[in-house]
Protein backbone atom coordinates (compact mmCIF):
# COMPACT_ATOMS: atom_id res chain seq x y z
CA UNK A 1 0.00 0.00 0.00
CA UNK A 2 1.12 3.02 -0.80
CA UNK A 3 2.42 6.04 1.75
CA UNK A 4 -0.52 8.44 2.53
CA UNK A 5 -0.75 11.63 0.58
CA UNK A 6 -0.30 14.79 2.72
CA UNK A 7 -4.55 15.39 3.01
CA UNK A 8 -5.56 11.62 3.25
CA UNK A 9 -5.43 11.98 7.17
CA UNK A 10 -8.28 14.26 6.84
CA UNK A 11 -10.41 13.45 3.66
CA UNK A 12 -9.02 9.69 3.19
CA UNK A 13 -9.79 8.97 7.01
CA UNK A 14 -11.36 5.09 7.88
CA UNK A 15 -11.07 2.17 6.07
CA UNK A 16 -12.17 3.70 3.16
CA UNK A 17 -8.66 4.73 1.93
CA UNK A 18 -7.43 0.87 1.57
CA UNK A 19 -10.56 -0.62 0.02
CA UNK A 20 -10.57 2.21 -2.60
CA UNK A 21 -6.49 1.74 -3.44
CA UNK A 22 -4.60 1.22 -6.04
CA UNK A 23 -3.80 -2.58 -5.04
CA UNK A 24 -7.75 -3.18 -4.09
CA UNK A 25 -8.66 -2.53 -7.38
CA UNK A 26 -6.10 -4.66 -8.98
CA UNK A 27 -6.89 -7.28 -6.91
CA UNK A 28 -10.85 -6.69 -7.96
CA UNK A 29 -9.73 -7.33 -11.32
CA UNK A 30 -7.81 -10.29 -10.98
CA UNK A 31 -10.83 -11.32 -9.11
CA UNK A 32 -13.12 -11.07 -11.71
CA UNK A 33 -10.15 -12.87 -13.75
CA UNK A 34 -10.23 -15.71 -11.64
CA UNK A 35 -13.90 -16.12 -11.00
CA UNK A 36 -14.49 -15.73 -15.22
CA UNK A 37 -12.01 -18.75 -15.10
CA UNK A 38 -14.00 -20.44 -12.76
CA UNK A 39 -17.31 -19.80 -14.52
CA UNK A 40 -16.09 -20.77 -17.87
CA UNK A 41 -15.38 -24.14 -16.00
CA UNK A 42 -18.98 -24.55 -14.29
CA UNK A 43 -20.38 -24.26 -17.70
CA UNK A 44 -17.87 -26.85 -19.50
CA UNK A 45 -16.29 -24.23 -21.73
CA UNK A 46 -12.38 -25.16 -20.37
CA UNK A 47 -11.39 -27.41 -17.90
CA UNK A 48 -11.54 -27.37 -13.79
CA UNK A 49 -7.59 -27.69 -14.05
CA UNK A 50 -7.20 -24.72 -15.88
CA UNK A 51 -9.05 -22.28 -14.09
CA UNK A 52 -7.32 -23.49 -10.86
CA UNK A 53 -4.33 -22.57 -12.48
CA UNK A 54 -5.44 -19.17 -13.63
CA UNK A 55 -6.82 -18.62 -9.88
CA UNK A 56 -3.42 -19.32 -8.51
CA UNK A 57 -1.73 -16.06 -10.16
CA UNK A 58 -4.75 -14.01 -8.97
CA UNK A 59 -2.81 -11.99 -6.61
CA UNK A 60 -2.36 -8.25 -6.53
CA UNK A 61 1.27 -8.55 -4.76
CA UNK A 62 2.29 -10.42 -8.20
CA UNK A 63 1.82 -7.25 -10.60
CA UNK A 64 3.58 -4.02 -10.26
CA UNK A 65 1.22 -1.02 -10.48
CA UNK A 66 3.65 1.50 -11.85
CA UNK A 67 4.43 -1.07 -14.35
CA UNK A 68 0.65 -1.50 -15.19
CA UNK A 69 -0.06 2.57 -15.07
CA UNK A 70 2.94 2.83 -18.03
CA UNK A 71 1.09 -0.03 -19.69
CA UNK A 72 -2.36 1.57 -19.78
CA UNK A 73 -1.21 4.13 -21.44
CA UNK A 74 -0.99 2.57 -25.17
CA UNK A 75 -3.96 0.82 -24.09
CA UNK A 76 -6.10 3.64 -22.97
CA UNK A 77 -7.14 1.12 -19.60
CA UNK A 78 -4.97 -0.59 -16.88
CA UNK A 79 -6.93 -3.38 -17.26
CA UNK A 80 -5.36 -4.66 -20.55
CA UNK A 81 -1.41 -4.76 -19.16
CA UNK A 82 -3.03 -6.53 -16.34
CA UNK A 83 -4.57 -9.21 -18.97
CA UNK A 84 -1.63 -9.45 -20.37
CA UNK A 85 1.09 -9.44 -17.23
CA UNK A 86 -1.19 -12.38 -15.87
CA UNK A 87 -1.37 -14.51 -18.94
CA UNK A 88 2.53 -14.19 -19.59
CA UNK A 89 2.51 -15.42 -15.43
CA UNK A 90 -0.41 -18.26 -16.22
CA UNK A 91 1.56 -19.44 -19.90
CA UNK A 92 -1.14 -17.96 -21.93
CA UNK A 93 -4.38 -20.22 -21.73
CA UNK A 94 -7.70 -19.39 -21.56
CA UNK A 95 -7.34 -16.65 -19.42
CA UNK A 96 -10.00 -13.53 -20.54
CA UNK A 97 -11.79 -15.71 -22.38
CA UNK A 98 -14.60 -14.27 -23.82
CA UNK A 99 -14.41 -10.64 -22.21
CA UNK A 100 -13.06 -7.28 -23.08
CA UNK A 101 -11.00 -4.68 -20.76
CA UNK A 102 -14.53 -2.87 -20.04
CA UNK A 103 -16.02 -6.10 -18.53
CA UNK A 104 -12.99 -5.92 -16.16
CA UNK A 105 -12.93 -2.55 -15.16
CA UNK A 106 -16.64 -2.01 -14.99
CA UNK A 107 -17.38 -5.58 -12.47
CA UNK A 108 -13.44 -3.75 -10.57
CA UNK A 109 -16.02 -1.28 -10.41
CA UNK A 110 -18.94 -2.90 -8.51
CA UNK A 111 -16.40 -4.81 -6.51
CA UNK A 112 -14.59 -2.19 -5.15
CA UNK A 113 -18.02 -0.22 -4.76
CA UNK A 114 -19.55 -3.50 -3.05
CA UNK A 115 -16.94 -3.01 -0.73
CA UNK A 116 -16.58 0.32 0.13
CA UNK A 117 -20.55 0.62 0.63
CA UNK A 118 -19.82 -2.20 3.17
CA UNK A 119 -17.21 -0.05 5.28
CA UNK A 120 -19.14 2.89 4.83
CA UNK A 121 -22.44 1.71 5.99
CA UNK A 122 -20.42 0.45 9.11
CA UNK A 123 -19.29 3.63 10.53
CA UNK A 124 -22.86 4.88 9.33
CA UNK A 125 -24.63 2.14 11.47
CA UNK A 126 -22.87 3.20 14.50
CA UNK A 127 -23.53 7.19 14.25
CA UNK A 128 -27.15 6.01 13.82
CA UNK A 129 -26.63 4.18 17.55
CA UNK A 130 -24.87 7.23 18.90
CA UNK A 131 -27.86 9.50 17.56
CA UNK A 132 -30.40 7.32 18.96
CA UNK A 133 -28.93 7.34 22.40
CA UNK A 134 -28.84 11.29 22.29
CA UNK A 135 -32.48 11.17 21.26
CA UNK A 136 -33.57 8.63 24.15
CA UNK A 137 -31.33 10.91 26.99
CA UNK A 138 -32.25 14.48 25.94
CA UNK A 139 -36.37 13.61 24.78
CA UNK A 140 -37.28 16.18 27.22
CA UNK A 141 -34.04 18.13 26.98
CA UNK A 142 -35.30 21.83 26.09
CA UNK A 143 -33.59 23.75 23.02
CA UNK A 144 -34.18 26.50 21.42
CA UNK A 145 -35.20 25.86 17.80
CA UNK A 146 -33.87 27.54 14.93
CA UNK A 147 -35.16 28.44 11.04
CA UNK A 148 -33.30 30.84 9.10
CA UNK A 149 -30.59 30.75 12.02
CA UNK A 150 -32.96 33.05 14.00
CA UNK A 151 -34.53 31.40 17.20
CA UNK A 152 -37.70 30.22 16.05
CA UNK A 153 -40.17 28.04 18.93
CA UNK A 154 -38.60 25.49 21.07
CA UNK A 155 -37.65 22.29 20.28
CA UNK A 156 -35.98 19.68 22.25
CA UNK A 157 -32.60 18.27 21.90
CA UNK A 158 -34.04 14.84 21.76
CA UNK A 159 -36.47 15.84 18.60
CA UNK A 160 -32.61 17.32 17.07
CA UNK A 161 -31.18 13.43 17.27
CA UNK A 162 -34.20 12.22 16.16
CA UNK A 163 -34.19 14.13 12.80
CA UNK A 164 -30.36 13.13 12.55
CA UNK A 165 -31.32 9.30 13.23
CA UNK A 166 -33.90 8.91 10.89
CA UNK A 167 -31.91 10.69 8.21
CA UNK A 168 -28.90 8.25 8.90
CA UNK A 169 -31.14 5.16 8.73
CA UNK A 170 -33.11 6.08 5.90
CA UNK A 171 -29.38 7.41 4.03
CA UNK A 172 -28.47 3.47 5.15
CA UNK A 173 -31.26 1.76 3.93
CA UNK A 174 -30.88 3.45 0.73
CA UNK A 175 -27.26 2.52 0.27
CA UNK A 176 -27.72 -1.14 1.66
CA UNK A 177 -29.96 -1.26 -1.00
CA UNK A 178 -27.89 -0.61 -3.75
CA UNK A 179 -27.24 -3.95 -6.19
CA UNK A 180 -24.21 -3.65 -8.29
CA UNK A 181 -24.19 -6.13 -11.30
CA UNK A 182 -21.48 -7.90 -13.28
CA UNK A 183 -20.40 -6.76 -16.86
CA UNK A 184 -19.55 -8.96 -19.06
CA UNK A 185 -20.50 -8.54 -22.72
CA UNK A 186 -17.66 -8.95 -25.16
CA UNK A 187 -16.29 -7.11 -27.56
CA UNK A 188 -19.65 -5.43 -28.46
CA UNK A 189 -22.01 -6.70 -25.99
CA UNK A 190 -23.07 -10.59 -27.53
CA UNK A 191 -20.50 -12.48 -26.01
CA UNK A 192 -19.97 -14.03 -29.10
CA UNK A 193 -16.71 -15.91 -28.12
CA UNK A 194 -18.78 -18.14 -26.08
CA UNK A 195 -21.09 -19.18 -28.55
CA UNK A 196 -24.29 -19.98 -27.08
CA UNK A 197 -23.23 -20.34 -23.57
CA UNK A 198 -22.59 -16.49 -22.58
CA UNK A 199 -25.70 -16.39 -20.20
CA UNK A 200 -24.96 -19.18 -18.33
CA UNK A 201 -21.15 -17.96 -18.03
CA UNK A 202 -22.78 -14.56 -17.10
CA UNK A 203 -25.21 -15.94 -14.41
CA UNK A 204 -21.86 -17.99 -12.72
CA UNK A 205 -19.92 -15.47 -12.92
CA UNK A 206 -22.45 -13.21 -10.63
CA UNK A 207 -22.71 -15.56 -8.34
CA UNK A 208 -18.91 -16.59 -7.77
CA UNK A 209 -18.47 -12.77 -7.18
CA UNK A 210 -21.81 -12.30 -5.20
CA UNK A 211 -22.95 -9.48 -7.86
CA UNK A 212 -26.16 -9.01 -8.94
CA UNK A 213 -26.68 -11.17 -12.80
CA UNK A 214 -27.89 -8.04 -15.30
CA UNK A 215 -30.61 -9.01 -18.00
CA UNK A 216 -28.26 -7.97 -20.80
CA UNK A 217 -24.35 -6.42 -20.95
CA UNK A 218 -24.68 -2.42 -19.91
CA UNK A 219 -21.71 -1.32 -21.37
CA UNK A 220 -23.50 2.39 -22.47
CA UNK A 221 -26.31 1.85 -19.92
CA UNK A 222 -24.68 3.58 -17.17
CA UNK A 223 -27.81 3.49 -14.78
CA UNK A 224 -25.73 1.13 -12.27
CA UNK A 225 -22.82 3.54 -12.05
CA UNK A 226 -25.38 6.81 -11.82
CA UNK A 227 -27.27 4.77 -9.17
CA UNK A 228 -24.64 4.40 -6.84
CA UNK A 229 -23.65 7.77 -7.41
CA UNK A 230 -26.93 9.19 -6.16
CA UNK A 231 -27.48 7.12 -3.04
CA UNK A 232 -24.16 7.81 -1.82
CA UNK A 233 -24.45 11.93 -2.82
CA UNK A 234 -27.82 11.87 -0.72
CA UNK A 235 -26.07 9.71 1.82
CA UNK A 236 -23.20 12.61 2.17
CA UNK A 237 -26.28 15.30 2.25
CA UNK A 238 -27.55 13.85 5.33
CA UNK A 239 -23.73 13.23 6.69
CA UNK A 240 -23.28 17.08 5.90
CA UNK A 241 -26.24 18.47 7.46
CA UNK A 242 -25.75 16.74 10.74
CA UNK A 243 -21.94 17.62 10.98
CA UNK A 244 -23.10 21.35 10.05
CA UNK A 245 -25.57 21.50 13.06
CA UNK A 246 -23.05 20.83 15.54
CA UNK A 247 -20.60 22.98 13.70
CA UNK A 248 -22.98 25.58 14.62
CA UNK A 249 -24.06 24.26 17.98
CA UNK A 250 -20.65 24.27 18.97
CA UNK A 251 -20.31 28.10 18.34
CA UNK A 252 -18.52 29.41 21.38
CA UNK A 253 -21.76 31.88 21.97
CA UNK A 254 -23.89 29.28 21.44
CA UNK A 255 -22.28 26.13 23.41
CA UNK A 256 -25.10 23.93 23.33
CA UNK A 257 -22.83 20.78 22.19
CA UNK A 258 -19.05 20.51 21.92
CA UNK A 259 -17.06 17.62 21.07
CA UNK A 260 -14.35 15.67 23.56
CA UNK A 261 -11.77 14.35 22.00
CA UNK A 262 -8.11 13.31 23.02
CA UNK A 263 -5.97 16.16 24.82
CA UNK A 264 -4.78 17.68 21.57
CA UNK A 265 -7.97 17.35 19.41
CA UNK A 266 -9.31 20.15 17.64
CA UNK A 267 -6.83 22.33 19.03
CA UNK A 268 -5.51 25.48 17.01
CA UNK A 269 -1.89 26.27 15.55
CA UNK A 270 -2.11 29.58 16.99
CA UNK A 271 -4.72 30.03 19.66
CA UNK A 272 -4.42 27.78 22.78
CA UNK A 273 -7.88 28.41 23.91
CA UNK A 274 -9.20 27.36 20.68
CA UNK A 275 -11.44 23.37 21.22
CA UNK A 276 -12.82 23.22 17.56
CA UNK A 277 -14.79 20.73 16.43
CA UNK A 278 -12.45 18.95 14.14
CA UNK A 279 -14.44 15.49 13.50
CA UNK A 280 -17.67 17.40 12.10
CA UNK A 281 -15.31 19.79 10.69
CA UNK A 282 -13.53 17.13 8.45
CA UNK A 283 -17.23 15.56 7.92
CA UNK A 284 -18.16 18.80 5.93
CA UNK A 285 -14.58 18.43 4.39
CA UNK A 286 -15.71 15.35 2.99
CA UNK A 287 -19.21 15.20 2.60
CA UNK A 288 -19.20 18.75 0.57
CA UNK A 289 -17.17 17.57 -2.38
CA UNK A 290 -19.76 14.56 -3.39
CA UNK A 291 -22.17 16.93 -5.11
CA UNK A 292 -19.75 17.79 -7.61
CA UNK A 293 -18.58 14.19 -8.34
CA UNK A 294 -22.11 12.83 -8.71
CA UNK A 295 -22.76 15.98 -11.20
CA UNK A 296 -19.67 14.20 -13.24
CA UNK A 297 -20.95 10.73 -12.63
CA UNK A 298 -24.09 11.51 -14.15
CA UNK A 299 -22.58 13.50 -16.99
CA UNK A 300 -20.87 10.42 -18.45
CA UNK A 301 -24.04 8.60 -18.48
CA UNK A 302 -24.87 10.13 -22.08
CA UNK A 303 -22.90 7.47 -24.09
CA UNK A 304 -23.25 5.85 -27.57
CA UNK A 305 -23.46 2.62 -29.43
CA UNK A 306 -22.09 -0.06 -28.06
CA UNK A 307 -18.74 1.34 -25.97
CA UNK A 308 -18.21 4.48 -25.59
CA UNK A 309 -15.61 6.82 -26.44
CA UNK A 310 -14.47 9.13 -23.59
CA UNK A 311 -17.69 8.94 -21.18
CA UNK A 312 -16.82 5.40 -19.86
CA UNK A 313 -13.15 6.88 -18.88
CA UNK A 314 -14.52 9.37 -17.43
CA UNK A 315 -16.25 7.60 -14.35
CA UNK A 316 -13.36 5.87 -13.09
CA UNK A 317 -11.24 8.56 -10.85
CA UNK A 318 -14.59 10.06 -9.84
CA UNK A 319 -16.42 7.34 -8.61
CA UNK A 320 -12.93 6.26 -6.62
CA UNK A 321 -13.32 9.88 -5.23
CA UNK A 322 -16.74 9.96 -4.75
CA UNK A 323 -16.34 6.59 -2.70
CA UNK A 324 -13.75 7.80 -0.82
CA UNK A 325 -14.88 10.82 0.15
CA UNK A 326 -18.61 9.28 1.30
CA UNK A 327 -16.62 6.88 3.19
CA UNK A 328 -14.33 9.61 5.14
CA UNK A 329 -17.29 11.28 5.67
CA UNK A 330 -19.10 8.70 7.42
CA UNK A 331 -16.33 7.65 9.31
CA UNK A 332 -15.68 11.37 10.58
CA UNK A 333 -19.79 11.96 11.45
CA UNK A 334 -19.33 8.72 13.27
CA UNK A 335 -16.23 9.96 15.46
CA UNK A 336 -17.59 13.10 15.83
CA UNK A 337 -21.09 11.46 17.46
CA UNK A 338 -19.08 9.30 19.58
CA UNK A 339 -17.23 11.96 21.38
CA UNK A 340 -20.06 14.66 21.06
CA UNK A 341 -21.01 16.40 24.73
CA UNK A 342 -24.28 17.56 25.18
CA UNK A 343 -24.65 21.07 27.80
CA UNK A 344 -28.61 21.54 28.47
CA UNK A 345 -28.02 24.66 30.48
CA UNK A 346 -26.32 25.98 27.95
CA UNK A 347 -29.69 25.61 26.19
CA UNK A 348 -31.66 26.68 28.37
CA UNK A 349 -29.60 29.59 29.31
CA UNK A 350 -30.08 30.40 25.44
CA UNK A 351 -34.16 30.16 25.56
CA UNK A 352 -34.44 32.89 28.21
CA UNK A 353 -35.54 36.31 27.54
CA UNK A 354 -36.01 35.14 23.89
CA UNK A 355 -39.37 35.81 23.55
CA UNK A 356 -39.73 32.90 21.19
CA UNK A 357 -42.84 31.89 22.40
CA UNK A 358 -44.60 35.00 21.74
CA UNK A 359 -46.72 32.82 19.03
CA UNK A 360 -48.74 31.34 21.69
CA UNK A 361 -49.57 34.76 23.63
CA UNK A 362 -51.01 35.14 19.97
CA UNK A 363 -52.97 32.16 19.96
CA UNK A 364 -54.49 32.87 22.67
CA UNK A 365 -55.44 36.27 22.54
CA UNK A 366 -57.01 35.52 19.16
CA UNK A 367 -60.21 34.30 20.06
CA UNK A 368 -60.38 37.44 22.76
CA UNK A 369 -59.10 40.54 19.87
CA UNK A 370 -58.81 38.84 16.44
CA UNK A 371 -55.57 37.48 15.15
CA UNK A 372 -54.49 40.58 13.48
CA UNK A 373 -54.78 43.07 16.59
CA UNK A 374 -53.12 40.66 18.90
CA UNK A 375 -50.13 40.13 16.83
CA UNK A 376 -49.71 43.58 16.45
CA UNK A 377 -49.85 43.93 20.33
CA UNK A 378 -47.65 41.18 20.85
CA UNK A 379 -45.52 42.56 18.24
CA UNK A 380 -45.19 46.09 19.96
CA UNK A 381 -44.43 44.01 23.30
CA UNK A 382 -41.27 42.36 21.56
CA UNK A 383 -40.01 45.66 20.48
CA UNK A 384 -39.44 46.97 23.85
CA UNK A 385 -36.28 46.26 26.21
CA UNK A 386 -36.60 44.88 29.28
CA UNK A 387 -38.69 41.88 30.74
CA UNK A 388 -41.19 40.23 28.28
CA UNK A 389 -43.66 39.16 31.14
CA UNK A 390 -44.18 42.76 32.73
CA UNK A 391 -43.98 44.36 28.74
CA UNK A 392 -47.42 41.92 27.95
CA UNK A 393 -49.02 42.40 31.10
CA UNK A 394 -48.46 46.35 30.58
CA UNK A 395 -50.32 46.29 27.92
CA UNK A 396 -54.04 47.48 27.07
CA UNK A 397 -54.43 44.94 24.40
CA UNK A 398 -52.62 41.95 26.52
CA UNK A 399 -52.86 42.81 29.77
CA UNK A 400 -56.68 43.32 29.78
CA UNK A 401 -56.79 39.32 29.45
CA UNK A 402 -54.27 37.74 30.17
CA UNK A 403 -52.22 37.81 34.14
CA UNK A 404 -48.72 37.93 34.79
CA UNK A 405 -49.30 33.96 35.83
CA UNK A 406 -50.79 32.99 32.57
CA UNK A 407 -48.13 34.69 30.49
CA UNK A 408 -45.89 33.17 32.13
CA UNK A 409 -46.93 29.71 31.74
CA UNK A 410 -47.64 30.78 28.08
CA UNK A 411 -43.98 31.57 28.03
CA UNK A 412 -42.80 28.14 29.61
CA UNK A 413 -40.66 26.71 26.63
CA UNK A 414 -41.47 23.21 28.35
CA UNK A 415 -45.20 23.38 28.44
CA UNK A 416 -45.00 24.23 24.24
CA UNK A 417 -43.14 21.34 22.78
CA UNK A 418 -45.91 19.76 20.59
CA UNK A 419 -45.07 16.27 19.64
CA UNK A 420 -41.57 16.42 19.99
CA UNK A 421 -42.09 13.48 22.37
CA UNK A 422 -43.66 11.21 20.07
CA UNK A 423 -41.77 12.16 17.05
CA UNK A 424 -38.58 10.74 18.96
CA UNK A 425 -40.61 7.69 20.09
CA UNK A 426 -41.32 6.86 16.63
CA UNK A 427 -37.86 7.57 15.45
CA UNK A 428 -37.03 5.14 17.68
CA UNK A 429 -38.90 2.81 17.14
CA UNK A 430 -38.19 3.07 13.14
CA UNK A 431 -34.21 3.00 13.98
CA UNK A 432 -34.70 -0.23 15.44
CA UNK A 433 -36.80 -1.83 12.46
Known amino acids: MSEPGLFDGVLAAGRVREVVSDAAWIQAMLDFESSLAAALADVGLIDRAHADHIAGHCRAEFYDP ?62 AECAARLAEEHIDTV ?38 AVQLGGASGTLAALGDKGPEVVAAL ?9 VVPWHTMRFRVAEIAAALGAMCGVLGTIARDITLLAQTEIGEVSE ?8 SSTM ?84 TLTERVTTEL ?3 VGRQQAHDAVTACCAKAGDLVEALAGDPVVGAHLSRERLRELLNPA ?18 Q
Not at 206 to 214: D, G, S, T, V
Open 66 to 127: AELARGSVGAGNPAAPLVRALSDRVGGGHVHQGATSQDVLDTAAMIIAANSVDVMLADVRVA
Open 206 to 214: AHRLNLAEP
Open 260 to 267: VGPTGTGS
Open 366 to 368: TPL
Open 272 to 355: PHKRNPIAAVATLGCATQAPGLVATLLQAGVQEHQRAAGAWHSEWRPLVDLLRTSGSAAYWLRTSLERLGVHPERMRANLLGSG
Open 415 to 432: EYLGSSREFVQRALRRAR
Open 143 to 180: QPGRTLLQQALPVTFGATAAGWLVGLVEAADRVAGLRP
